[in-house]
């Protein structure tokens, strides 16, 4: 009798440690095991690029687009690199990230120095950024340099008002659609303005009527697969001197109204799905 209850105790609290000790690695593992949550919450990410995520939702806005390792993905127009510091190491020992760049001909400075720039940004840490294939994207050209039916996703991040300029935006839906493998996804995240916006003011002002992008991807063969309001911004009045760079990052109006803008923060934004289908006929 005195040995069996010297040993409950000492069984319930083996018993404890165990349980305890199995719940921390189920945790542990959970954690370790979400890539893409691990891609964005790396401490290698730019800092003031890390501290846009309050308003750019990386991690849901991914999720939503179904990005994951072992897909090709390629983005279009990475800019400085905001999402390439997530998506290429989330990709580079599983999967392929190509970054559609400008052009390596263009004749405008602007795009000449973003491409140097994000050359250097890649040449400056190899062991996250060797495997990115940087390939060329410029819809005035029809230009997207990236064999067809090679990706498993497109994405595109406030770009759609870009291409306005040069009445290019239909171009660029279809070069989209033609890289796309059937079954991929195209994600759009765009500025978005109030519905029945004329061109000529998405045009100056940045912002986009939110039927027009999904009219521009419809027309060229996809069909809408999901709408998210991950990225919308109810304090955005979407009427700015200045349109869309009226609001941070831009700040184009400098030290004038600067804390009211930076209390709005970035865009309202609208955050598209669509699906490149199957049979080429309109159904997956």
């Known amino acids: 009798m005195a040995t069996t209850k010297v040993r409950k105790p000492f ?6 440690l165990v349980l305890s000790l199995a719940f921390g690695l189920l945790t542990a593992t959970a954690s370790w095991g979400d890539p893409l949550k691990e891609a964005v919450q790396s401490d290698r990410r730019t800092a003031a690029f890390a501290a846009r995520d309050v ?3 990386p991690y849901e806005t991914l999720q939503f687009f179904a990005v994951e390792p072992g897909l090709a993905v390629v983005e279009i127009w990475p800019a400085g690199g905001w999402y390439t510091e997530i998506l290429a190491p989330l990709l580079k020992d599983k999967g392929v990230y190509y970054a559609a760049h ?3 001909n263009t004749e405008l400075d602007y795009f000449r ?4 720039a994000f050359g250097t940004k890649l040449a400056a840490e ?15 050209a029809a230009l997207l340099s990236i064999p067809d039916g090679t990706a498993d996703r497109v994405l595109t991040f406030r770009n ?4 306005l300029r040069n009445d290019a935006e239909q171009t660029a839906f ?15 995240v765009e500025h978005r303005g109030p519905p029945g916006m004329d061109r000529e003011t998405m045009l100056t002002s940045g912002y986009m009527d939110e039927n027009t992008v999904i009219a521009l991807a419809t027309e060229a063969g996809f069909v809408l697969d999901g709408r998210s309001e991950i990225n ?17 990052p831009s700040l184009r109006l400098g030290e004038k109204d600067r804390d009211k803008y930076l209390a709005i923060g970035e865009s309202d934004r609208m955050t598209l799905r669509f699906v490149k289908p199957v049979d080429g006929d309109g159904e997956e």
Do not use: C, M
């Open 160 to 163: 759609v008002h870009n291409w």
């Open 55 to 57: 308003y750019r939702h």
């Open 232 to 248: 919308a911004n109810p304090k955005d009045t979407r009427d700015h001197e200045s349109g869309v760079w009226t609001l941070p």
């Open 126 to 140: 190899p062991d996250l950024y060797a495997d990115v294939k940087q390939i060329e994207f410029d819809p005035a």
């Open 102 to 104: 400008f052009a390596a």
């Open 11 to 16: 069984l319930a609290v083996a018993g404890g």
């Open 113 to 116: 120095q973003s491409l140097e």
């Open 174 to 188: 279809e070069l989209f659609y033609k890289a796309l493998k059937p079954g991929g996804i195209l994600g759009v």
